[in-house]
């Protein structure tokens, strides 16, 4: 339960209040000591998708535990976490360990490090890749949620297959789990649709606490820390068009409620910020998100443009992928991939979404898949990857459009 919890009355206006008086720092809004707060606790978590659960979950079981407030935009809008693959790795996990696969924490972190161009601070970096397995027992044992080991995906840049997802392939069974159990612990308070709005400093600078918008009415939180997990600036088109322009007019596959709020409060009161240039881009055939799973471009599938040629190495990573996808003529591609991996992949959740909306096309021989796509049937013929049976004429070929 909350240390303190002043909810104002319906009687008191913004007169019962003592003057706010406002100094500058950096571009932020200083506060006065006597300022009036609704609720006084010791963590308040901005933002409840995974980073925000497991911020506040932590902080509320940790060595007994703290009084923790979380607050939501709107829980009704799929958050970033919910709509994702599942896909989460770890290495030397008990379920990795069954399928036969040898790897380490440190060939993991390696893997991360050569990835991000050694960006990532190292120590950080293998701590938790050695943290990794016990979290997934964790999700298993402690949550009991329904994780296994992810065959058909060896990640790009990933020296082992190490990855590990509910069977459905989507994020919302885990989300699920987390809400129901950190929910339901001590010392928690959960505020949905109470937007965070601003964050409250002192005369030092130091952050004291966040303002938060209930029904209209302002929410002062006092908290002796202030976790920001507002997700990323994905909806927020003027933020992207400064830090990743590339992507500035690509539809929104994550949050609608990611304006990068909690970004821009560090900003303005004079936070550095790095990384600002890094985003998830994804395969998509709708602009609501409806995409293909990894799995089929990892396990052998092609795309090819409307030249009906290949314009790619399909097994780069899917998110760099996207910008070229994007710049194919008419922002268009065709996924073509066999029966073999339409039989791995078609109980997916992303995968059976698609098919019900009609994005994917079933098709008997190659020349049917040109003529569908109106292809150029001669150039798309000689197309193939030497990991890909696509081009057996006894196959049954699917096709999806981009
Ligand atoms: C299509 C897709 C597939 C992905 N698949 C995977 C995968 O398989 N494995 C993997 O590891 N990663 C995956 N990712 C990346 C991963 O989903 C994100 O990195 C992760 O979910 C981010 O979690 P988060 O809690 O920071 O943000 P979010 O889950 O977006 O949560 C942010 C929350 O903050 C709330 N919020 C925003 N502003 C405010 C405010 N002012 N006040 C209060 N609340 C606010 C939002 O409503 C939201 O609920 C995928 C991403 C996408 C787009």
Redesign the pocket.
């Known amino acids: 339960m909350l240390g303190l919890y002043l909810r104002r009355g319906p009687n008191d206006g913004d007169n019962a209040r003592p003057s706010r008086r406002r100094r500058r720092c950096g571009t932020g809004v200083l506060t006065s000591p006597d300022l009036a707060w609704d609720i006084e606790t010791d963590v308040v978590v901005?933002?409840?998708?995974?980073?925000?659960?497991?911020a506040a979950g932590t902080a509320a079981t940790v060595e007994g535990g703290v009084d923790v407030v979380r607050?939501?935009?709107?829980?009704s809008?799929p958050?970033?976490?919910?709509?994702?693959?599942?896909?989460?790795?770890a290495a030397w996990t008990r379920l990795q360990r069954a399928a036969g696969v040898e790897d380490s924490p440190e060939i993991m972190a390696g893997d991360i490090l050569r990835k991000n161009g050694h960006k990532s601070d190292q120590d950080v970096t293998l701590e938790l890749c050695r943290r990794s397995a016990e979290m997934i027992h964790w999700f298993i044992d402690g949550l009991e949620v329904d994780l296994e080991f992810a065959p058909e995906v060896t990640w790009f840049g990933h020296t082992n297959k190490r990855?590990h997802?509910h069977p459905t392939?989507i994020?919302v069974p885990i989300?699920d789990r987390m809400r129901t159990y950190f929910t339901s612990l001590e010392h928690t308070t959960y505020l949905d649709n109470?937007?965070?709005?601003g964050l409250l400093v002192d005369e030092d600078c130091t952050v004291i606490g966040v303002t938060?918008d209930q029904n209209g009415a302002e929410l002062r939180i006092r908290a002796k820390k202030v976790a920001l997990?507002?997700?990323?600036f994905?909806a927020n088109r003027a933020m992207l068009r400064v830090y990743i322009p590339e992507m500035a007019d690509a539809p929104n596959?994550?949050?609608?409620?990611?304006?990068?709020?909690?970004i821009r409060w560090g900003m303005d009161i004079g936070d550095a910020v790095d990384q600002m240039t890094g985003y998830?881009g994804?395969d998509c055939i709708f602009e609501d998100?409806t995409?293909l799973t990894?799995g089929v471009i990892n396990e052998g599938g092609i795309a090819v443009n409307k030249t009906g040629k290949r314009f790619v190495n399909e097994e780069k990573d899917y998110s760099q992928l996207a910008a070229v996808y994007r710049a194919q003529p008419d922002g268009f591609a065709v996924f073509i991939w066999d029966e073999r991996i339409q039989r791995m992949t078609e109980n997916m959740h992303v995968l059976k979404e698609s098919m019900h909306k009609g994005g994917i096309q079933i098709c008997d021989t190659l020349a049917e898949i040109a003529s569908h796509f109106g292809l150029p049937e001669n150039v798309f013929k000689t197309q193939s990857r030497p990991t890909t049976s696509v081009c057996g004429p006894e196959m049954t070929l699917r096709a999806e459009r981009s």
């Open positions: 901005v933002g409840s998708g995974g980073a925000g659960l497991m607050l939501e935009k709107d829980s809008d958050f970033t976490s919910v709509i994702t693959s599942s896909f989460i790795p990855k997802s392939r994020g989300i109470t937007p965070g709005t938060a997990t507002t997700g990323s994905n596959i994550g949050a609608k409620s990611n304006m990068g709020e909690g998830q994804r998100g995409r990894p």
